[in-house]
Every structure is written in C-alpha cells, then in structure tokens.
C-alpha cells in the first residue's frame, strides 16, 4: 500500500510538472493579449492617469467600461517584463459573501462563481477560454472578496477592487491599508448601484462617498467619473441608464 502511494505521488508530480511545462509553453509562444484602445474621452483619462502612475478610482455609470479598462491595463503591466508588478489581486464586493454560508460548497467554489465576469474579460482579451485559468495557475491572477483581506500585504501588485459601492466604509479602509512596496491600487464602483439595501444585515451602509472624499486629498489618486454618457456596453443599457437617472432626479 505505502508502495503503490509513493507511486501516485510520484505521477501526481509527474502531472503536474508537465502541465507546468504547457503553461510556460502557452505563456511563451502563443499566450498573448488583444491590444485595445479607449472608447469614450473618460476612458482615454482612464488609461492616460493609470499610465501616469496614479492610483485610480474609476466611479460612474454600469457599462462605462471601467472594469475592463482596469483588467487590461492591469494585465499590460503584468504580462511586461520589468514592470515590477508580479501579478493582479481582484478583490470584489463581501456582500455576497456575507450569504455565502448559505451556499453550498467549499470558500473556493462559493468565490469561483463572483470570478466568472473577470474570466470573461480575460477571455475576451486573450481571445481564449482558458486564459484566466492559466494565469491564475501561474499565480498572475488571484481573486478573493472583501471578507478575507485583514491581515494580509500586496507588495509587487495591482489591485483591483471591484464593485466597492457595496462596500462599508471599514471594508474598504481595511483593503487600502492592506497595500505594500511596488504596488499601485484601482477601485471601481458606482455610487448609483448598492447592493447593501439588500443586505440581510441592515445596519451595513456604503462607505463609498466617505471613503471618495478621504482620498480625494491624496495627491497619489485621481477619480475619473463616467457618466451614462460613456456607456458603451449597449443601447438599451444606456436607454435604461438615463430613464432611472431621469427617475432619480425627479
């Protein structure tokens, strides 16, 4: 028996250092990323601040494009040798995870599901369906939520913080100190879009405008602010977009 487990493990090693091998193969020869350009004068601000080096705050309307333009500019650093950047951290949004004891499945199977839209955007960039996986293994991708950051230190990163209008103020607090050496940090939300008012814990409220005003006053962040005027993600989103601000505004 112990015979035929050193066996297993020696072919579970075997395995595994092959498919280490594909990967350094994929990532060499044929792994690479569509180049893109900005769609509206706001995302050329995007890309122009982010390349100035600023930390960012992308706030604004749902289908501006403001994830996607972090992902990319993002993964140009990353995939650039000597950039300094080792890999991207997306953090999203604990509000789901504040039901995820309600689910069924191990923490890594309830989080696989908030990671599908940053596989997409991958796969659309890469033009392939495996491309977040493989970066993830390769450990240039890690995604976590909001509840599992205390304690830990970002050094040779770029964060990523996603949806953090449904984030308290201490969330996001406790994300921001947790940046190290060499990294540089993008947040993206919309002050529109809340998904704690439906948070079984009602005493939850969004930290986002007090937390945009507190880094308003570092010189090392600029806040680009889309409006439903640079959606670019459809005509009825946009169409939809401007009837609840009309809504809203009345």
Same mark, same amino acid.
């Given at each position: 028996?112990?015979?035929?487990?050193?066996?297993?493990?020696?072919?579970?090693?075997?395995?595994?250092?092959?498919?280490?091998?594909?990967?350094?193969?994929?990532?060499?020869?044929?792994?690479?990323?569509?180049?893109?350009?900005?769609? #509206?004068?706001? *995302? =050329?601000? +995007?890309?122009? /601040?982010?390349? $100035?080096?600023?930390? !960012?705050?992308?706030?604004?309307?749902?289908?501006?494009?403001?994830?996607?333009?972090?992902?990319?500019?993002?993964?140009?650093?990353?995939?650039?040798?000597?950039?300094?950047?080792?890999?991207?951290?997306?953090?999203?949004?604990?509000?789901? #995870?504040?039901? *995820? =004891?309600? +689910?069924?499945? /191990?923490?890594? $199977?309830?989080?696989? !599901?908030?990671?599908?839209?940053?596989?997409?955007?991958?796969?659309?960039?890469?033009?392939?369906?495996?491309?977040?996986?493989?970066?993830?293994?390769?450990?240039?991708?890690?995604?976590?939520?909001?509840?599992?950051?205390?304690?830990?230190?970002?050094?040779?990163?770029?964060?990523?913080?996603?949806?953090?209008?449904?984030?308290?103020?201490?969330?996001?607090?406790?994300?921001?100190?947790?940046?190290?050496?060499?990294?540089?940090?993008?947040?993206?939300?919309?002050?529109?879009?809340?998904?704690?008012?439906?948070?079984?814990?009602?005493?939850?409220?969004?930290?986002?405008?007090?937390?945009?005003?507190?880094?308003?006053?570092?010189?090392?962040?600029?806040?680009?602010?889309?409006?439903?005027?640079?959606?670019?993600?459809?005509?009825?989103?946009?169409?939809?977009?401007?009837?609840?601000?009309?809504?809203?505004?009345?």
């Amino acid at each position: 028996m112990a015979a035929k487990q050193r066996r297993l493990s020696r072919r579970e090693k075997q395995r595994a250092e092959r498919d280490q091998e594909h990967m350094v193969t994929i990532l060499n020869n044929n792994f690479g990323m569509r180049t893109i350009r900005p769609l #509206t004068p706001t *995302q =050329g601000d +995007m890309f122009d /601040s982010y390349k $100035e080096g600023y930390n !960012l705050a992308a706030i604004g309307s749902a289908g501006t494009g403001k994830t996607m333009c972090a992902m990319y500019l993002a993964l140009n650093d990353v995939m650039k040798k000597g950039a300094g950047f080792e890999k991207i951290i997306i953090i999203r949004s604990a509000v789901q #995870t504040r039901e *995820q =004891g309600f +689910m069924p499945g /191990s923490k890594q $199977e309830k989080e696989a !599901l908030y990671s599908v839209p940053y596989s997409d955007i991958v796969a659309d960039l890469f033009g392939r369906g495996d491309a977040y996986q493989i970066l993830v293994q390769k450990g240039m991708i890690e995604f976590m939520t909001s509840s599992f950051v205390r304690g830990l230190t970002f050094d040779n990163a770029i964060i990523i913080v996603d949806e953090c209008q449904s984030m308290t103020y201490h969330e996001l607090d406790t994300i921001i100190t947790r940046v190290g050496e060499s990294s540089k940090i993008v947040f993206c939300g919309d002050t529109m879009q809340d998904d704690l008012n439906i948070s079984r814990n009602k005493a939850d409220v969004s930290g986002l405008r007090d937390f945009l005003r507190v880094i308003s006053n570092i010189n090392s962040f600029e806040t680009i602010k889309f409006t439903s005027e640079d959606i670019v993600r459809s005509g009825l989103v946009k169409e939809y977009i401007l009837a609840k601000e009309a809504l809203v505004a009345a």
